[in-house]
């Protein structure tokens, strides 16, 4: 892959644009297995997450921006594993503090190395800094190998639809993590989303790339939510790269998280084709050329092709970095036999 | 001490009100002191504290307020009896996080569980909670057996002048935890005061008191920014109880913190004599009536006694609640036999 120093073929070649639409958790082990592909492959690459906004939210005066934390934390591999979020190593100290004077909430785990970081964050934020400039700032604490953009710097926030009434309306955090979802999901709204737009840098993200890939993010309210900032579904749908995305489900079931509760509420099925045909083929008004399932769903290989989607089945295993680097070289693959073809 | 329940003597003793004037850790150990006596008096009692704020400061967008923690730690119990201000038990995982982000003082300590108390401070300060307000609440979660009373709501900052530029002063906090007082200070300045009147409830306690007392805090930065809040050195002035402080000096040294340099840069005499003439009779414009050296300045009697101070010797010893709680019943004698001499 490498050429001689000063060869020509070493500056005919380009970094890799490599640009990655992520939710939380699901996006991070993404993005640390594309971050290990392109390591593997040795090609200069240039790695960029748009990372899902409409989670954030201010907890005891301060911003909370889940997805950002877990995908900043995943690519400095300050993770924790074995919860699958926040930081290892983590302690409840002043959590405890707060519940004990009352204040706080029981149903939101603020950790102690956590709150370093919004308490970090709400203080740049008050300076007046944008929330980009801001993770830049957080984020320069490590090596992450990635640029992380939130998707917007407004207040664009997911709220669960959970009745007719128009109070009828939860924070996406609070029916998720306090309610567990309980409550079925009547449909997703974006709260501020007329009046926003895509943060610094996410247009030309998009545009730029030479990889533009949707991760195996919940396609509602992470992907969903990201695309439902104007601008952006126009620009995913215009990218000069090919758009591949990564199911979330396997089988009947999503790996994390509550796609499948999403998808039904949405009135999609729940299954690696059902995500595909969600997002639709962009030839056809939709968002992705390429879709990678499961081994187990090689099934939905020709159904996809009839919908006009190119679908491959590979393992879809982020248990390991190198299963999660599998998966995006599969990924550029399927781009790279994409654009060959277009 | 106890009458018959319901007898005429129950009802006909109102429980005695007693106010202190306070600053930190000094105040805070004396406020123990105080609390002990009376309820070793059996004599119903109210306990009101009113704290100097001028040390307060919003720190990494959290609001702090230095001396109004000390007291509360120290009448809750939970303070730190080795270090002699903060939380026992004490660790500083988010601060640790706070400057491995570029952010945070380093020379200002927040410990995890301090931190919870500036974070719901800070919580309820922003939804619009006086800060008088706020501190009940957090003092709530203890039975501190005294009230807290901030001795403003308004920002009236403490700045220590060292130089005669505009701009060569220092918040209080800043010259004495940063710099360690290593710059002389010039003067004491309060900004913010020309526009800060009294907190809730503190001309009240004052007026009310049946015992009002100066604890042997710092004279110029704590009891002295108390007193330059407009309103409080006239209401003190014209409280209907004898006036009696307790000195911080002992011999020529403080026993605590830098009241000699304060001291000193007012042009005041670092002595116990010195402090209650930097006070002043109240027979002669100042404000105090009686005054309590220790026994190794029972010299400073005689001398006060001609500037129209009662004073009186005894061990001004706090390192224990019971030698703390002899010192405010030594004050509360000396109180008592002005009253009756007046």
Redesign the interface.
């Known amino acids: 892959m490498t050429s001689p120093a000063g060869g020509p073929t070493a500056e005919a070649t380009p970094p890799l644009r490599v640009t990655v639409l992520s939710g939380g958790v699901g996006g991070a082990r993404f993005a640390r297995g594309m971050r290990r592909h392109l390591a593997r492959s040795g090609r200069e690459a240039a790695l960029t997450c748009i990372v899902n906004t409409g989670d954030d939210m201010w907890l ?3 911003r909370v921006c889940p997805d950002l934390d877990s995908v900043m934390y995943g690519l400095a591999g300050v993770h924790d594993r074995d919860r699958g979020w926040g930081r290892a190593d983590e ?1 409840e ?6 519940l ?5 909430a029981d149903w939101f785990t603020l950790g ?2 956590d ?3 919004h ?2 964050r ?3 934020l ?1 300076e007046g800094l944008g929330l980009t400039e801001v993770t830049s ?2 984020s ?2 490590w090596d992450l190998g990635a640029t992380l953009l939130p998707a917007t710097e407004h207040s664009v926030e997911t709220r669960v639809r959970v009745g007719d009434g128009p109070d009828d309306t939860l924070h996406f955090e609070e029916w998720w993590v306090r309610h567990r979802a309980a409550m079925p999901a009547l449909g997703f709204e974006q709260a501020g989303a007329d009046a926003a737009g895509p943060g610094p840098g996410v247009l030309e993200a998009i545009a730029e790339a030479d990889l533009l890939v949707l991760a195996p993010s919940n396609p509602i309210v992470s992907i969903g939510t990201i695309l439902g900032i104007p601008g952006l579904r126009e620009a995913v749908r215009s990218a000069s790269s090919p758009v591949v995305g990564v199911s979330p489900i396997l089988g009947d079931a999503p790996v994390l998280g509550m796609a499948a509760q999403c998808l039904t509420a949405v009135g999609a099925e729940v299954s690696a084709a059902g995500v595909a045909e969600h997002y639709g083929a962009r030839t056809r008004d939709g968002l992705i050329d390429g879709w990678l399932v499961d081994t187990k769903d090689a099934a939905a290989v020709d159904r996809l092709a009839g919908s006009g989607i190119a679908a491959r089945a590979v393992p879809l295993l982020m248990s390991s970095d190198e299963l999660a680097a599998d998966m995006a070289a599969a990924a550029q693959a399927l781009a790279s036999s994409l654009r060959v073809a277009g």
């Not at 100290?93 to 707060?98: G, I, K, Q």
């Open positions: 005891n005066g301060l302690t100290r002043v959590s405890a503090e707060l004990a004077y009352g204040v706080g102690d190395l709150l370093g970081t308490i970090a709400s203080q740049m008050r700032r957080l320069s604490r």
